[in-house]
């Protein structure tokens, strides 16, 4: 549990908005790999359209790191261009945390 709170800028319909939290990183604890933070990022558009409103998003990126702000894993997404072709992509920790074995590339 937290206390921290997700936040939407209030704007025009069309817009760029962005979902943020209010602790960036947010500390969080595990029971198995013990402290980490999470990095939310996410933007998306407000649409409407002939069919109503729709949500649109245009990018995110969310990442778990250790204490010493290095990655564990993340998750990022972008459009490149308007309606067009899309980036993404998942990665995972090049180097392991201490005292954890390091893993082999697939």
């Not at 025009?12 to 990095?39: C, H, K, W, Y």
């Not at 290095?70 to 992509?89: D, F, K, N, T, V």
Request: with cysteine; aromatic share 8%; glycine share 10%.
């Amino acid at each position: 549990m937290t206390a921290a709170q997700l936040y939407v800028a209030g704007k025009n319909a069309g817009e760029m908005e962005a979902l943020t939290l209010s602790q960036d990183p947010l500390p969080l604890q595990s029971a198995r790999i013990g402290a980490v933070q999470f990095v939310l990022g996410h933007q998306f558009r407000i649409l409407r359209n002939d069919e109503g409103w729709h949500v649109s998003t245009t990018a995110y990126r969310y990442h778990l790191l250790d204490n010493d702000d290095r990655e564990l894993i993340g998750w990022h997404w972008r459009c490149s261009r308007p309606g067009g072709q899309h980036a993404e992509g998942e990665h995972a920790a090049s180097q392991p945390r201490r005292g954890q074995p390091a893993r082999a590339a697939r």
